[in-house]
């Protein structure tokens, strides 16, 4: 929850709440939930992923990718580099038919093309809790 706390500061969002935090913990218990993963350097983490199965993925599921974070400090240690590639290849040991992801931030999106990810020119739509309720109403 540490690495989880750093990530909202990181995105200037707010801590998660006590139930938020629960279910989150709860979710990564779970056989087929969310899948996370840890960087170390040491006895410190420095860095994670939040992943889980998606459907429909033509024929069988996708690999979407929720978070990557690294600490600003274990930027440029290999610690994102070596995320995505035990990403990617638990997505192939799975028979996964993809790993996706969406990223607008720039330094992102240098490091994505630098691990060889092909820009599919997507764009992502985000509608916060507080406008769901007058969403496409």
């Known amino acids: 929850m540490r690495l989880f706390d750093a990530c909202q500061a990181h995105y ?11 279910l989150i913990l709860e979710e990564l218990a779970a056989p087929h939930g969310m899948t996370a993963d840890i960087a170390w350097n040491e006895d410190r983490p420095v860095g994670f992923t939040c992943s889980m199965r998606v459907f429909p993925a033509g024929d069988g ?33 799975m028979n996964a038919t ?33 406008d769901l309720p007058g969403f496409a109403a």
Do not use: C, H
């Open 61 to 93: 599921f996708a690999i979407y990718l929720k978070e990557l974070f690294v600490t600003a400090e274990a930027r440029g240690t290999g610690a994102g580099r070596a995320l995505m590639r035990n990403l990617a290849q638990r997505a192939a040991a």
């Open 98 to 130: 993809s790993l996706r992801w969406e990223s607008k931030e720039v330094e992102a999106l240098k490091f994505y093309e630098r691990l060889g990810a092909p820009d599919n020119g997507k764009t992502s739509f985000t509608v916060w809790a507080e």
């Open 12 to 22: 200037d969002a707010p801590s998660a709440r006590d139930d938020a935090r629960a």
